[in-house]
Nanobody, 126 residues
């Protein structure tokens, strides 16, 4: 069974940090670009960041540039999203997704993704 599993969410104070992980089960992430998305209550899902299959190309939404860093460890079949300087508006359920993609993800991330995780809740509140 092919799965993506997110972890690392939780409650953090404004200005704090969290690191989300996205691990694959049943397939290797080596040939996949990975995207991170988030959805807050009452809002549409938005793309946060993506990384190419090699890890050499990344892209970020303007709202998280300079605060979030995406990275990929193909040996561990895991993608990370380091989130620093968190704000209340970062509160959302965060999802990772995988798409077979051999090229760069700059200037744009893949439009569609084949596999999705179940999401992990991030709450930024004092």
């Amino acid at each position: 069974q092919l799965q993506l599993v997110e972890s690392g969410g939780g409650l953090v104070q404004p200005g704090g940090s969290l690191r989300l992980s996205c691990a694959s089960s049943g397939f290797t992430l080596y040939y996949y670009a990975i995207g991170w998305f988030r959805q807050a209550p009452g809002k549409e899902r938005e793309g946060v960041s993506c990384i190419s299959s090699s890890g050499g190309s990344t892209n970020y939404a303007d709202s998280v540039k300079g605060r979030f860093t995406i990275s990929k460890d193909n040996a561990k079949n895991t993608v990370y999203l380091q989130m620093n300087s968190l704000k209340a508006e970062d509160t959302a359920v965060y999802y990772c997704a995988a798409e077979p993609w051999g090229g760069t993800v700059f200037p744009r991330c893949p439009y569609e993704y084949d596999y999705w995780g179940q999401g992990t809740q991030v709450t930024v509140s004092s």
